[in-house]
T-cell receptor, first 116, second 112 residues
Framework: GAVVSQHPSRVICKSGTSVKIECRSL??????MFWYRQFPKQSLMLMAT?????????EQGVEKDKFLINHASLTLSTLTVTSAHPEDSSFYIC????????????FGPGTRLTVL | EDQVTQSPEALRLQEGESSSLNCSYT??????LFWYRQDPGKGPEFLFT???AGEEKEKERLKATLTKKESFLHITAPKPEDSATYLC?????????????FGAGTRLAVHP
């Protein structure tokens, strides 16, 4: 149980384009989903937290207009990187939790974004 | 300030050579400590949750223990397939959400 999927697993795009990454909880309802970013040989950095049906909350220093998050259902959250630039190239990972105060988070396999 | 520190940063072991990874934490009101395994290019895979000092959990060659200030991940007779980055994390209640604070990880390499 507690399986989380992400799509796509890899994406290469040109600078200035927008990229959408999907995160799905496959066998449970995820009231809360989290989006992380990970640079090579570094740990996970939380970007934002989303609750189904409400606006996402962003961590300090994360541009909400650049990283658009939509949590439209209890099993799907999307992260859209708008007007991507090479510095946005990174490994993006989502996690899902059955509730905002639930302790455990279950992680997706990650999406490797490369912006040319 | 809540903080999680892992050591060593990297560890190289021979197959069968047991060792321990350390995770020290400072957090107000511990509501669990989590261990994850992360393989290159993949998301973290959940291993253990520990809630109280003295608690231990085991899975195959791994055993996690918890004290009031730190946690250890003991690896007994490791195999090459145990090579990965091991992350520990603690939840911090912020804005009504349990957000995870991660350590930097320990990169484990087990050589045959």
């Amino acid at each position: 149980g507690a399986v989380v999927s992400q799509h796509p697993s890899r994406v290469i795009c040109k600078s200035g384009t927008s990229v959408k990454i999907e995160c799905r909880s496959l066998d449970f309802q995820a009231t809360t989903m989290f989006w992380y970013r990970q640079f090579p040989k570094q740990s996970l950095m939380l970007m934002a937290t989303s609750n189904e049906g409400s606006k996402a909350t962003y961590e300090q220093g994360v541009e909400k207009d650049k990283f658009l998050i939509n949590h439209a259902s209890l099993t799907l959250s999307t992260l859209t990187v708008t007007s991507a630039h090479p510095e946005d190239s990174s490994f993006y990972i989502c996690s899902a939790s059955p509730g905002p105060r639930y302790n455990e988070q279950f992680f997706g396999p990650g999406t490797r974004l490369t912006v040319l | 300030e809540d903080q999680v520190t892992q050591s060593p940063e990297a560890l190289r072991l021979q197959e069968g050579e047991s060792s321990s990874l350390n995770c020290s934490y400072t957090v107000s009101g511990l509501r669990g400590l989590f261990w994850y395994r992360q393989d290159p290019g993949k998301g973290p895979e959940f291993l253990f949750t520990l809630y109280s000092a003295g608690e231990e959990k085991e899975k195959e060659r791994l055993k996690a223990t918890l004290t009031k200030k730190e946690s250890f991940l003991h690896i007994t007779a490791p195999k090459p397939e145990d090579s990965a980055t091991y992350l520990c994390a603690v939840p911090r209640l912020s804005g009504g959400y349990n957000k995870l604070i991660f350590g930097a990880g320990t990169r484990l390499a087990v050589h045959p």
